[in-house]
């Protein structure tokens, strides 16, 4: 069990992921991707991903832009599993926008 992060924690782990923001109970980030198949490759990477580590966010697709939204639905809100996961989509995000 992971344990929810305080209001200040998810403030400080923001600072080192500047493209996310919370909303509610959750962080989110929105990506607009060169196409729709490489925006689809994006969530494919993800998925593995997401699996290996048995943490899945919640992804909405719509053409080439796709928002990302991680939460902890076990415990209810934040945890450090979350803000981990949002590294890991950054450098997937970095890998295919760049």
């Given at each position: 069990?992971a ?11 923001l ?25 689809i ?9 997401a699996?290996n ?22 415990e ?14 950054d ?8």
């Amino acid at each position: 069990m992971a344990e929810l992060l305080t209001d200040s924690q998810v403030a400080e782990a923001l600072q080192q992921l500047p493209e996310w923001s919370q909303d509610g109970s959750k962080i989110k980030r929105t990506v607009e991707f060169p196409s729709f198949p490489t925006a689809i490759q994006a969530v494919d990477r993800i998925a593995e991903i997401a699996e290996n580590k048995n943490h899945h966010p919640d992804m909405d697709i719509r053409w080439r832009k796709v928002t990302f939204y991680c939460t902890t639905h076990s415990e209810g809100g934040l945890t450090s599993k979350d803000t981990e996961l949002a590294q890991e989509i950054d450098g997937v995000v970095a890998q295919l926008s760049g």
